[in-house]
């Protein structure tokens, strides 16, 4: 197996950007190549994540309040942190996940207008102030998201049911975060085609990292 000595690569966007997919096109091809590498999801990813993104995305759940909310994806977060994100970056692998704190930012922090310095402080005790070496953000307009959530067919979580403004402020959280990260975020166009992003995440990768691939 190749090794890198341990490199975490993160995907973000709003509801159907393409990120889950493109997390997992660049896990495959990690793989294909040689690469020891670990695909994760957020919330869940360990069995005790998995059952609080049960609650979470959960649509009967609409009566959560914000604070419970962003406590409970926080719980999720610290417990994949210490049970593997911790432990395979140490033994020198390769993460590839979908999702990590800068999804809490977006939307608790922006979505939801909890005080951002709360959620950034938040974000740090949950991760041991750990952060992705490179975070990958799909952008997409609102109204292709909402043509492809319709293409889906796929019911409405409880996140995804929310109203306009409120993924507005999610969008424009995320490049907000992009736009003061330059050196960490990598803001895609998820308009293109699966393959067309697919090859720019591949460029990256090599241009910065030196993988092959």
Not at 50 to 76: F, N, P, Q, V
Not at 89 to 107: E, Q
Not at 186 to 203: I, Y
Request: no cysteine.
């Amino acid at each position: 197996m190749k090794s890198l000595s341990g490199l975490f690569i993160s995907f973000e966007g709003i509801d159907f950007s393409g990120k889950t997919e493109q997390a997992r096109r660049l896990a495959e091809t990690l793989k294909s190549a040689g690469y020891d590498v670990e695909l994760l999801r957020e919330p869940g990813g360990v069995e005790i994540a998995e059952a609080i993104r049960h609650i979470l995305l959960d649509a009967k759940h609409s009566g959560m309040t914000e604070r419970t909310e962003i406590l409970l994806y926080s719980a999720a977060r610290a417990q994949i942190t210490k049970e593997k994100i911790q432990p395979l970056l140490a033994a020198g692998k390769i993460i590839v996940a979908d999702r990590f704190v800068d999804s809490t930012t977006a939307f608790q922090g922006f979505g939801r207008q909890i005080d951002l310095d709360f959620v950034r402080r938040v974000n740090r005790f949950v991760t041991w102030e750990l952060l992705p070496n490179v975070t990958f953000l799909l952008h997409i307009p609102l109204a292709v998201a909402e043509t492809r959530q319709r293409q889906s067919g796929k019911p409405l979580d409880r996140l995804e049911r929310e109203d306009r403004n409120f993924h507005e402020r999610v969008q424009q959280g995320y490049l907000q975060l992009a736009q003061a990260e330059p050196q960490r975020f990598v803001v895609l166009d998820g308009t293109q085609s699966l393959d067309a992003v697919s090859q720019e995440v591949k460029a990256t990768l090599r241009q910065r990292f030196d993988f092959k691939i």
